[in-house]
């Protein structure tokens, strides 16, 4: 069974620039996370989705960043304009439906960093 | 809310020996725990998982341990393997302000010396 992908897997940008990343889930997963994890520090969630639905994106700061699952499978994260505080790896995860955390398997993630 | 800490930000052992990593939580109400092991790389991978009506649950090399009185679990690895190096997270899966989600403790860096 193929993982989840992600793309890129490193980035570097300069602050106030835009920068988007891509997930594709496992095939059938209807659940599919973004989270955010700081050099040092836990995954933390930033923004849930089933199927095409947010569920929860209460830790998402929406006045730079952006998600969208189109069709309710691929999915991408955009940050526009990139802060240095935003340097992180994010982390792409999906499971086979919301209430099963035993189900959720985690991409490889895209390592970002903001100069 | 809900926060979950490590003891012992790293912990280096010798091949052969067993490893304990605990980890300490907030919420009395909290009652699905898992433990997840992160290469260099890689994303979070589960290891194993208990719900508070057990104290003990075992799997392959693996046990967790939690003790609801004083809100702490452990990770215990038998006869640590090089391939055992990594870092070790514990999550708490809980209600989070919108919905259920995994809360994840700061990690421990678990380093096996040959």
């Known amino acids: 069974e193929a993982g989840v992908a992600q793309s890129p897997r490193y980035k570097i940008i300069e602050k106030r620039q835009s920068v988007a990343f891509w997930c594709n889930p496992i095939?059938?997963?209807?659940?599919l996370y973004w989270y955010q994890q700081i050099l040092g520090q836990g995954p933390k969630l930033l923004i849930q989705f089933q199927n095409n639905g947010v569920v929860d994106d209460s830790q998402l700061p929406k006045d730079r960043f952006s998600a969208e699952r189109l069709k309710g499978v691929d999915s991408t994260l955009k940050i526009q304009p990139a802060k240095l505080e935003d340097s992180a790896v994010y982390l792409c995860?999906?499971?086979?439906?919301?209430?099963?955390?035993?189900?959720?398997?985690f991409g490889p993630g895209t390592r970002l960093t903001v100069l | 809310g809900e926060s979950v800490g490590l003891h012992l930000p790293t912990l280096s052992v010798q091949e052969g020996d067993n490893s304990i990593i605990n980890c300490a939580y907030s919420n009395s109400a909290s009652d699905y725990f898992i433990w997840y092991k992160q290469e260099s790389g890689k994303g979070p991978q589960f290891i194993i998982d208990i719900r508070s009506n057990m104290d003990k649950r075992q799997g392959q090399r693996v046990t967790v341990l939690l003790n609801k009185t004083v809100k702490h679990l452990s990770l215990q690895i038998a006869a640590t393997q090089p391939g055992d190096s990594a870092v070790y997270f514990c999550?708490?899966?809980?209600?989070?302000?919108?919905?259920?989600?995994?809360?994840f403790g700061t990690g421990t860096l678990l380093a096996v010396q040959p």
């Open positions: 995860a999906s499971s086979l439906w919301q209430a099963a955390p035993d189900t959720q398997y």
């Open positions: 999550a708490v899966y809980g209600y989070g302000g919108a919905t259920n989600k995994l809360i």
């Open positions: 095939s059938g997963h209807a659940t």
